[in-house]
Every structure is written in C-alpha cells, then in structure tokens.
C-alpha cells in the first residue's frame, strides 16, 4: 500500500504509526495524525465524489470545514459500515482516520468510477438555474405521482442510516467570562492575554489541534522560536491554569442573544474503540461575558472554465497538505493566482519536493521579490496570465493558459499539470460576527466584507477582520483579549509578541475570471456542490433577480453544507456586475446557525428513547399503582385516571367515585399543578399586571382565583393564588400551562416591567398536593392537622394558613375545592407526601371514601360549570365568553390583555359563548366536538352555531350532562337545538352550565 504522494519526511503526522482504512471498499493505508483527505491524496485518490445537481467528479478542494466536494459516510469499521451504521455528508478534510474505519464516497450509482446520475451533465442545458420552478408546473396531475416522488428520491447527497444510533450524546453548560472562538495566532494570543488579566477562558477551535496557520507555517518564529514550539508553550501555560478551558475538536455553532454560545465538542470519533463510557459528541452551552472571534479568513476560489475538476484546489490548502500532511498534492503542481499567498503555497510544495509546473498570477506585476524566489527555485513565472480551462475528466492532465491584454484574451498554450492550486485572495470568516446580528461594512480595497460595530458584548480579531501578518495578527489578538477581560472585569495589559515570517500579502479577485473559450459551450462553476455556473448567475438578473437573496434561492448558489463560504462573493461580484451596481448594493446572503452542520445526536442530547419524552411521577404514583388505578399522561406527568374495584369498568369506577365525594368525602393527588413563588416588594403589583383579576387588596391568608390573558385579550391560563404574606404569594397553574405561564411572566418581568423588584420561582417540584374534597372533608382531615383552626368561622372557604400535620410535617393548607364540595388541599414537602397521604387515607376509609381520579375530577368540575383551560377555552376564548366577567377587575388601569378585550371583534354580538346543553331523551352521551346547528338536519354548507366542549355521565345529575360554546349562547337558554351526527340528529335543550349546586352552599359546608 504505497503512498505516493507522500513526502519523504516532515509533517505533523506520526509516521512511525501507520493506519489502515477503506474507501468505497478498497484498502488504503495513512498514518495517525492524518485527515481521510489527506490520506486519499496522499494515495493520490483525487476522485472522492459527485456534484449534486449534474453528478460531475469532484475532488478535494479544501483543507478545512468549508470544504463543498469531500462529503462522505463514515463508520468505525466496515462491518458498521455495511450494516447500515455509517454517518453521511461528513466532511473528509476533518474526518481522523484511525485504523479500520470505512468511508464511502456518496451521490453515485452504482460506483464512483461510473455514475448512471452524470446523465444529467450531458442534459445540463435542460437544467439551467430555476428549472424546477418552470418544469414541475404541468401537468398538475403529475406533481403527486411523478414529479414529488422524483424529487424526494433525489434529494440529499448521502445515505441516512438505517440502524437506530448506539452512540451517546452528552450536554453542559458553562459559564465564562472569555470566550474565544477559533485556536489560530490571533486566538492564541487572545486566550494568553485573558488568562494573564486573571479571566476565566474557554479556548475553542474546530481542528484537532490548535495553532491554526502556524500549524502548516514553515520559517514562521513568535517570541525567537519556531512556530510550533511557541504553540506548544502557549498550549501548556492555558492547561496549566485552572481558569482556562481547552476545546479542541469543537465548533462554535452558533451566536444567540445575550452573549449564548452553542458548541459542539467532537470528543470520540477520532478513535478507533473508544471508551464506551464516553459520548460520541457533547453540545457546550456558554454564557459568556465577552466574545472574542478569531475565526481567520477563508480563501477564495478562482471562478474558470472547467475549475471543478478533481485535482483543482484551493492554494493554501495544497500548502496545509504539504507542510502539514506531508503529501504534495500532485507530482506537477501549476498554480492560478491572483494574491501573494499562493506563491508561498508553491515555494513550500517545491521545498517539499514538488514540482510547480508554473505559477500564472492574473497581475502584470506581482511583488519582484516573490518572482525572484521563484526563478531561484527554477519555478515558471507567467505573469498578466489566467487560467482558461483544465483538460482532464476525472483529474486535472493539462492546464490552459490564457494571456491578458487590453483587448481581451489570447491563448498562452497549456501545461502538463496533475494538480492546479487556485487563489483569489482572502474572505474574512464573518458568520458568527453576522449570526451575533452584527452589521458588515464592505471594504473595496479589500475586496471584502469586514465586521462592522458589534451588537452584542464581543469583538473579532485577526484575519477574520482583514488584519494580516503575523506580527500584526498577533498583535490585535492580545489587545482583543485583554479589552475582553477587562470589559468582563479582570483588566489587564496587552502582551507583546515579536514574530517573524508569515509576512502580510496583497493581490485579489473577485468574479469570473476572463477567458478566450466559447462562452456557450463552458462552464465555470462558483458553488461546486450545488452546480452552480457563472452563467446560471446572470440568467438569474436576467430573469428578474435582482437582489442576493432572491438569486440565492433561484440558483442554490450559497446554499450547500458551506453556506457559501467559498461562493459568495464571487457570486456577489458576478451579480454585481450582470446589475451594474456596486456590490453593497446588491447585499449579503443571511448566514445562520449552525455554522458548520451538526449531528442531530448533538442537538438531541440526552433527549431520546424514554428521556425524549420523560415521564414525571408524584410521590403518590407508586400508591396509586399498588391501588390498581390506570394512568392518563397530562403533559409529562402520570396522573392516576381512575380506581377500578371489583372488575369494574372505567364508566363504572368514575360513578362510584363521582357519587362518594358528592356524599361523603374523596382523596386526589394534585401534585402536577404547576406552582410558582413570587415574592418582593412589588409582587402584589406585578400580579395586578399579569391577571385579570385586582390583588393589591387580597388579604394576608386568603385565596383568589385568578384568570391570566394573552395580549390578545384570550384566556391562557388559570388557577388559585394565595397571599402568604404582604410580598409573597402561592401561585398555582394548569398542569400543562406551568412552564408557559412562568415563561410568560419572566418575559414581562424582564421585557417590559424591569422596574419591578419581584424575583419568580417555581415550585412545583417543591409541594405535593393532596386534595381531600366531599362534605366529610374536614372530618377527614381534622385529627392531622397540629396548629390550624379548621372551624367554619377560623378558615373560611378560599382561605389558606401555613402550619403542620402529622406531629411536625410544614404544610400549607387550603381551603379550596374544584368539585363544588368543601374541599382542603395539603400542600406538603415531596418526601413526606406518601405518609401524609397513607394517614389521610386511613381516615377517608374510615369515612367509606375513596381516592378518585383525573376522569372524575373533570365529571365533578363540569357538574359545577368550571371550565378547564384548552377543552372549553381554544385560544380565542375571552373571559366574558365563558361568563367570567366578574374575575376582571373593573378599575384596574391595565393588565395583560386588557386592551384587546375592546376590540370590536371581542365584543360584537353573536360570539360563542359557554352554555350547558341536556339531551332531550335524557339518555345519549354527546361526543365532545360534536357541532352544534339549529335544525336537526342543515344543509350541506351550513354553518355551525358552536360546538360541544365536554360531555359526561353525571350522577348527580342522574344523566348526561355537557357544556358547550355557542354563538350568543346565553341567549339561548331555553332553546331546542341539535347536534347533526351520521345516524341522524340530536335534540339539546340549552341551559345554565352548572347542574350541581347553583347557589355554591355546598363550598361553604
């Protein structure tokens, strides 16, 4: 297995370490250190994959995550491989080989060599930009059964696994008052300068190692040494000190409000049997004081004829492989340039022992001290000289050259070349900058968009703000850094750093570049995944397209796993020019999270199998199941839904349970009711706001129900709320609103009344609830309680009091019911809950009670006419809609919603209202979302009057019952209407929705 592309020495690969691997099922052999693009070049395979649209070959064109033609599937061996275990569209210049793993090319079919998709190059006039928007129009017929499935089988580049993922994903937060985002010279020096102003530090980079260009720069020296050694110094004075945190293998992902940062931390898949205690991957999720980005700078593809055949890569990244990776990318190298950096390229890959067949550089007068060297090395110099087109299919076998003049182009022949290393200078990495919604400011001199005034706490750094040079690189690193600090609170001086080599460069190009070939018949490509061409370019301004983001989305030009890192501003420039307008105006494409594609593993965590979906228990779950009882899921929780005995059915056990309470007393678990604290000088004020309901004048001790609004004036949520003192308050929700109602109210608290001194806590994992509802309640409670009066006069209905039971368990004890009955509910520590339960429990027995589940609560509520958010509510449902006026407080000034309840559409006659309906043959059960008409038959088209929101058998009402909105529904009452169902119409009276107890005396037994 010879690696002829292989240097005889140098690198940073081990050598000594050689690693054996497959691709597309063939054997190849690297050494540990080693990309799997550096590898296969190093094998000289150069053929890795297929472009998406006209399955043209394509080879490696990068040495990093920009990468658009390398995506391949990777598994740790090719028996997981082979079973459907692999992971698609991974990018092979940052796949780590390690011995046994088996990648596969993608896109193609049946092989690589001969692709039966590359049809379609031959067809690509029929293919042009927009194409979909103008075949698939017709037949209509033929979208569902031809044109859908034809694309959907098209679609993507790799093949999803067909094997459930083994792997584990793990997930952190951290905190940090320094993040740095990228572990190149400017990173480093960030880090360094941070660390020493007394930060804590998170360093994170995408590559293996730190150290970025200093990686792969030969002669560079910081400080009087090498490159390399001054990273390892720096690498070892970050790991020694405790505040620093070194992440190599993760990328920053993603830029969100507030100075959060996603990361995601590659920690396994470099090895070959990892540790199986440790996740494939783990996502970093960091608040960061200040943000320092370092994210360098990207080069830029030249855009020629023919400029994506395997063999063409970008300059710097043929320099990275050769210094780097010991490979020389091929045995004769020709060069296409614009800038000075691609002449170092070559200098070092003849250094290497390469041979440069020439170096064509589109300026007529290129630095005299770079064509110096160059004659020195005995390399071609070709100076006002573009390349015009590559001879070769499957790899690059000549060059053709073109000379610039005024009047256009001429031929200057070709070369004999198995290798072209393109440059058209340096595009700043400004995603994460953009991502922090910071603005661009395009720098004409520059040919670049560089960072503009940050909206959030960070700063960028380096190259990815146009600084070049290493010294200067350097330089503007430790001052970012140490501002970061100090901005953070730890100030700081700048480090100083004297560096030699790595000199700063000049020369650019942007759009196509001039050739003298027949314009019809080639094709010059500016997004290599997405195929798409210069020409596709300007038919898109022709056909209308004028702004950047409409030519994106018609042509697909920016739209591959790179986010157009490499095509954009050649695409910009094409535009710009095909408009005649300025690049700036013309705009910038959006660049979005995530930076680089994630796993969806990553993103999903721990959250999969039964933590997708985890199921929350009371501490009186496991009781309830001894009990017999079946379990509902409300929300995440397990809630008891009923207690047969007996063999009894469902319908059978809720009207036993259902007539116990009404007659002599019933226990449930209300654990899962969400349950809030708010405390703070202003908390009476702040509920004023949020409810509809007043609450300054609650007394210390006492109860109210209050109704929460929607800013458009519907209802969201209820429940009880309970004064424990002059700035503190029990608040209770649904049992699914918890986590909105609490969200809702911190947006306020935070947004619009930050004045407000009131702090929110949850507490639902704080107190279980165990209701104790029926005319025995207190009889059935009395002998635990320690300290609290339970008389009728001491603790009135909607009363709470704070105490113990049970010889010293706390408890807050409310006096409160959902059933119509007296009720209490204890509110107790979890831990304790069980024991309190089993004592009340003893005594509800002793009483003949029962506990009762979520099926009879509902039956006993409806009886009463309580709604229940989301079956009587909808979300366009407003207080007075469901005859709750009374809980809106008259001569409040504002509340949440209060607004929108004087829309005109919010008052206008004939809105649904909640009524109570009776069947007429006082046996049928009415379906719930049954609709409601005024004749027993409508017409087809007629419209409904309402609907029916919950039906039950009621035995206390000896038959069922149901509750139901209605256009102008209190009008009604009295009325005959109809509920339409397939075997023919069902007569309902309309009445008041409260069948049991009208006048509440029950409440107050």
């Keep these: 297995m010879t690696q002829q592309n292989r240097t005889s020495e140098g690198g940073r690969i081990d050598r000594g370490t050689p690693v054996t691997f497959t691709f597309d099922g063939k054997q190849y052999q690297g050494f540990a250190g080693d990309t ?15 472009s998406f649209k006209y399955h043209r070959p394509r080879g490696i064109v990068t040495a990093g995550s920009e990468e658009p033609n390398a995506l391949v599937g990777v598994a740790r061996s090719p028996a997981k491989h082979a079973s459907g275990e692999a992971t698609p569209n991974l990018r092979a210049t940052q796949v780590e080989i390690h011995q046994g793993l088996a990648a596969e090319s993608q896109n193609r079919w049946p092989s690589l060599a001969f692709d039966i ?26 979208w569902n059964r031809v044109y859908e499935p034809f694309i959907r089988a098209a679609a993507g580049l790799g093949k999803a696994p067909t094997k459930p993922d083994t792997d584990t994903y793990a997930n952190t937060y951290a905190h940090c008052d320094v993040l740095v985002a990228g572990g190149g010279p400017a990173g480093l020096a960030a880090a360094l300068a941070a660390a020493r102003s007394g930060a804590r530090v998170i360093l994170a980079d995408e590559q293996a190692e730190f150290g970025g260009s200093l990686l792969h720069e030969r002669g560079a020296e910081i400080d009087g040494k090498p490159a390399a050694d001054w990273v390892i110094d720096a690498l070892g004075e970050l790991g020694d000190n405790p505040r620093v945190t070194l992440l190599p293998r993760t990328t920053v992902f993603g830029y969100f409000n507030q100075n959060f940062l996603a990361l995601a931390e590659r ?72 800038g000075d950096s691609a002449w170092q390229a070559a200098f070092d890959i003849a250094e290497a022992g390469g041979t440069i067949a020439v170096i064509a550089d589109l300026r007529a007068e290129p630095p005299a001290a770079l064509v110096e060297r160059a004659n020195a090395l005995g390399i071609r110099v070709e100076t006002s000289c573009a390349v015009t087109g590559i001879i070769g299919k499957t790899r690059v076998k000549r060059v053709l050259l073109g000379r610039l003049t005024d009047t256009g182009v001429v031929s200057a022949g070709e070369v004999e070349a198995d290798c072209l290393l393109m440059s058209g200078g340096w595009t700043p990495n400004v995603s994460l900058h953009s991502q922090a919604r910071g603005k661009l400011d395009w720098q004409p001199h520059m040919g670049a ?23 200067e690189v350097l330089a ?50 500016v997004d290599f995944q997405n195929d798409v061409t210069a020409k596709d370019v300007k038919l898109a301004v022709r056909e209308g397209m004028h702004s950047i983001e409409h030519i994106k989305r018609y042509t697909t030009t920016g739209m591959a796993t790179d986010q157009g890192r490499l095509s954009n501003m050649n695409a910009l420039s094409i535009a710009s020019g095909a408009l005649g307008n300025e690049i700036p105006q013309v705009g910038l494409t959006t660049f979005r999270q995530p930076y680089t594609p994630v796993t969806f593993g990553t993103l999903a965590t721990t959250s999969r199998g039964d933590l997708f979906d985890p199921v929350r228990k009371t501490p009186i779950h496991d009781w309830a199941a001894e009990q017999g009882a079946a379990f509902e899921d409300v929300g995440l929780w397990k809630r008891a839904w009923y207690f047969s005995r007996g063999g009894e059915d469902m319908h059978d056990a809720v009207a036993r349970e259902c007539r116990t309470v009404r007659e002599s007393v019933g226990l449930f678990d209300a654990t899962t009711l969400g349950k809030i604290e708010i405390v703070g000088p202003d908390a009476a004020e702040f509920l004023n706001r949020i409810y509809t309901n007043p609450w300054t004048k ?47 109210m911190e947006d ?58 049970m010889g010293g368990v706390p408890c807050r004890l409310f006096r409160m019911s959902f059933t119509g009955e007296a009720g209490y509910e204890i509110n107790v520590p979890p831990s304790r809950a069980r024991a309190v339960w089993e004592a009340v429990w003893a005594n509800v027995e002793k009483l003949d009670g029962c506990a009762y589940g979520t099926e009879t609560m509902h039956v006993l509520r409806a009886e009463k006419g309580y709604i229940i958010v989301g079956q009587e509510t909808d979300g366009t449902v407003t207080p007075d809609d469901v005859g709750m006026s009374w809980a809106i407080g008259k001569k409040k000034p504002d509340f949440v919603g209060k607004r929108s309840l004087a829309r005109p559409d919010l008052v206008a006659e004939g809105r649904k209202q909640m009524v109570g309906l009776l069947t007429k043959d006082g046996k049928t059960l009415l379906e719930e979302g049954a609709q409601v008409t005024v004749e027993r038959s409508p017409a087809r088209g007629t419209s409904a009057l309402g609907h029916v929101t919950s039906s039950y058998q009621s035995p206390a009402a000896g038959r069922p019952i149901a509750l139901a909105m209605i256009a102008g529904g209190r009008d009604r009452i009295g009325e005959t209407l109809h509920v339409p169902m397939p075997n023919g119409g069902i007569a309902v009276e309309v009445v008041q929705p409260v069948f049991v107890d009208p006048e509440g005396s029950r409440l107050n037994a």
């Design 36 to 50: 799997l693009a550096s590898a296969l070049l190093a094998n000289d395979v150069l053929l890795v994959g297929r």
């Design 117 to 142: 998709g590359a049809v379609n190059d031959k067809l690509s006039p029929l293919f042009v930009a927009g194409f979909y928007y103008k075949t698939f129009m017709w037949p209509k017929s033929f």
């Design 267 to 338: 920690v396994t898949d470099h090895l070959a049997e990892p540790d199986p205690a440790l996740p494939r991957e783990r996502m970093w999720q960091v608040r960061a004081k200040e943000v320092v980005l370092a994210t360098g700078a990207i080069e830029r593809p030249l855009v020629f004829p023919e400029n994506d055949r395997p063999g063409v890569m970008m300059a710097e990244a043929g320099r990275i492989y050769a210094n780097r990776y010991g490979v020389v990318p091929g045995k004769a190298t020709a060069v296409a340039t614009a």
């Design 449 to 471: 968009f560089l960072p503009g005034d940050p909206v959030q706490a960070q700063r960028s750094a380096g190259s990815c703000r146009g600084v070049d040079g290493l010294a």
């Design 476 to 525: 503007d690193g430790a001052r970012a850094g140490v501002a970061a600090a100090t901005a953070a609170g730890h100030p700081g001086e700048a480090p100083s750093f004297t560096a030699t080599g790595g000199d700063a460069g000049s020369g650019w190009w942007l759009g196509a570049v001039p050739h003298d070939r027949d314009a019809s018949r080639v094709r010059a490509f």
């Design 698 to 744: 609650l007394g210390v001790g006492k109860l109210r129900y209050g109704l929460m609004l929607n800013e458009a004036g519907f209802i969201m949520d209820d429940g009880v709320v309970g004064r424990l003192a002059d700035d503190r308050f029990h608040v209770t929700t649904t049992t699914g609103g918890a986590p909105r109602v609490l969200a809702h």
């Design 748 to 805: 306020y608290l935070q947004t619009e009344w930050s004045d407000l001194n009131v702090w929110l806590t949850s507490t639902t994992e704080q107190w279980a609830v165990i209701a104790v509802q029926g005319p025995k309640a207190r009889e059935a409670i009395a002998p635990l309680v320690d300290d609290i009066d339970l008389s009728g006069d001491a603790f009135p209905h909607m009363s709470l009091r704070e105490g113990h039971v």
